[in-house]
């Protein structure tokens, strides 16, 4: 005690750095949770960042649109030469409609019940980046008062974002498909035989593996989930960027650039 | 500085820290406030660290947010101070090539803590990948720690240990 009494800063700071180490450890054994603190913590600083984002993301829009003029004129000529292109899929996709209703009903016959997209969606803005990877977990301002649950989907137009990990009264938790914990369940939509296991890496991409290693994958193959686990059928997750045969594990591993542009992502829609 | 202003100080970064942020986001790269303006209270004034201790509840308010587990920052931020105060007593707090590299070295320090802490919880995140970051996050610290600095310099009053102390 004498000792304590005469160093008192070191045995201050000790205690605080002990107690800190227990929160690291009961965060990690809770499974990376911020507990109930957290959620009430959380309720109270949305209920504040809420407004901030919204004008952040309206400056920000603005900020960018005086600084990249010309680049915004450039992706203006693409967006019109995609337009055509969309357009003319649009006439070929109409042509296929009728034969997909018509495959639709043969899958009735056979009692098969694909995803049928009729779940509630829910639409939300980004409020707060995690610290450490920012596109790893972030939070959304929607939360349980809107019906998001736990393991409820998270997209963009542009494909799969993640699952909710976590809600509170008017913000979740969301983790994206970059996070290395969060593995995914994937078929090629070129050739939806070929299936395989992907998750993040944790530098911003995707990795994993094919389940069958004679199966052909090329670079550029878009891969869309396959409806086994939590995430419905048919979502885009992202293109092949690499495609390697692990010699040690005996393993077909790809590298996959998500389609979703984490960096400028600012709404998402959550599907129960 | 008071606790009131250091309270204040905090408080503001820690909004702007989970808001405004983003207006200035680099490729995922924003500087970290908090950090930024613990070393800069520990560096700038005497006892600073009794003031800057403040950043520790910041930090594991933001952890409690934003991050994956909760109180890895706030551990961060211990070791930081602690290493800025160290740092002062061989350094001149006059000079601002000092406090660049007291920031710098902070930035650096904090971020590849947090890389061991994560690395032992099972966050596959590469070493390479980390450092890969660390210039921009050295940057841009330092540019928001020297805007600070200049505002802060004048409320700053002359250390025990300063040259020309009187």
Redesign the interface.
């Known amino acids: 005690m004498k000792w304590i009494r005469q160093h008192k800063i070191f045995s201050v700071t000790a205690g605080i750095v002990i107690a800190l180490c227990l929160f690291v450890l009961g965060s990690y054994l809770a499974g990376g949770g911020s507990g109930v603190l957290g959620r009430g913590v959380q309720s109270v600083v949305s209920a504040i960042e809420k407004p901030l984002s919204a004008f952040t993301g309206g400056a920000g829009d603005t900020f960018r649109g005086i600084f990249r003029f010309s680049s915004v004129l450039e992706e203006n000529e693409k967006l019109k030469e995609e337009n055509a292109m969309l357009r003319q899929e649009n006439i070929d996709l109409s042509m296929k409609r009728d034969e997909l209703d018509r495959l639709g009903e043969l899958s009735k016959a056979f009692d098969f019940e694909p995803y049928s997209g009729q779940g509630k969606a829910v639409a939300a803005r980004i409020i707060s980046l995690n610290n450490s990877n920012t596109y790893d977990v972030f939070t959304i301002d929607a939360g349980s008062s809107k019906g998001i649950e736990k393991n409820d989907i998270v997209v963009d137009g542009e494909g799969l974002i993640g699952k909710v990990k976590e809600t509170g009264g008017n913000w979740a938790k969301v983790v994206s498909v970059l996070n290395e914990n969060n593995s995914i369940s994937f078929k090629v939509q070129r050739k939806t035989s070929i299936t395989g296991i992907v998750a993040g890496d944790g530098k911003g991409k995707i990795t994993g593996y094919l389940m069958d290693n004679k199966a052909t994958i090329v670079k550029g193959d878009v891969l869309v989930t396959s409806g086994i686990g939590i995430y419905p059928e048919g979502i885009r997750i992202g293109k092949v960027t690499s495609v390697d045969y692990n010699d040690d594990m005996q393993l077909k591993e790809i590298t996959v650039k998500s389609t979703v542009k984490f960096t400028s992502l600012q709404k998402v829609a959550v599907f129960k | 500085m008071s606790y009131k202003k250091a309270v204040l100080l905090f408080a503001f970064a820690f909004?702007l820290q989970?808001?405004?942020i983003?207006?200035i986001?680099i490729?995922?790269?924003?500087p970290?406030l908090t950090l930024c303006i613990v070393i800069m209270i520990t560096f700038l004034f005497q006892d600073g660290f009794r003031y800057a201790a403040i950043g520790?509840i910041s930090a594991?308010?933001?952890?409690?947010?934003?991050?994956?587990?909760?109180?890895?920052?706030?551990?961060g931020m211990?070791i930081i101070m602690?290493g800025t105060v160290l740092l002062c007593r061989s350094m001149n707090r006059e000079n601002k090539l000092s406090f660049v590299i007291v920031t710098a070295a902070g930035t650096f320090i904090y971020n590849l803590f947090?890389w061991i802490?994560?690395a032992m919880?099972n966050?596959?995140?590469?070493i390479l990948?980390v450092l890969m970051y660390q210039p921009f996050y050295m940057a841009y610290n330092i540019a928001f720690s020297f805007i600070l600095y200049l505002f802060m310099i004048k409320k700053a009053v002359r250390h025990r240990n300063d040259r020309y102390f009187v």
């Open positions: 909004i989970l808001s405004m983003d207006l986001n490729n995922g790269v924003v970290d520790i594991l308010l933001l952890d409690l947010c934003t991050g994956q587990y909760v109180g890895i920052s706030s551990i211990i602690a947090y802490f994560m919880l966050d596959p995140t590469s990948y």
